[in-house]
């Protein structure tokens, strides 16, 4: 209780409270949260490319993106809750006429 009071005075929310661990690289972030049922991808830079996350949900082979490209105007863009958790997540810079570049794999469960 103590600790969400002091979040409260802080300006932070109970859902960034309860956020997880973060891919960062360049210009963005992956994020877990929602005790790791759901993840964000955050493009922090308006520089003309956009940003998006990698992720795996547990029980699933297959790897699953969520975009967030408008430069960091209008907040995150986040995925639906899935009833598994995830299994891990990150971040990457979409480039035109280059390779994407990658954040860290992280594995949050």
Do not use: F
């Not at 859902?15 to 049922?37: E, M």
């Not at 964000?40 to 956009?50: I, N």
């Not at 408008?70 to 639906?80: D, I, K, L, R, V």
């Amino acid at each position: 209780m103590l600790a969400l009071a002091l979040l409260g005075s802080l300006g932070a929310s109970a859902a960034d409270a309860a956020a997880g661990l973060k891919s960062t690289l360049g210009g963005g972030y992956s994020q877990d949260y929602s005790a790791i049922h759901r993840v964000r991808a955050c493009d922090t830079a308006s520089d003309g490319h956009p940003v998006y996350a990698q992720y795996q949900v547990n029980g699933s082979g297959s790897t699953k993106v969520v975009y967030d490209d408008n430069g960091a105007n209008n907040g995150c863009e986040n995925t639906g809750a899935y009833s598994n958790q995830i299994y891990r997540h990150r971040i990457a810079v979409e480039y035109a006429a280059w390779p994407d570049t990658y954040g860290a794999w992280r594995y949050p469960s």
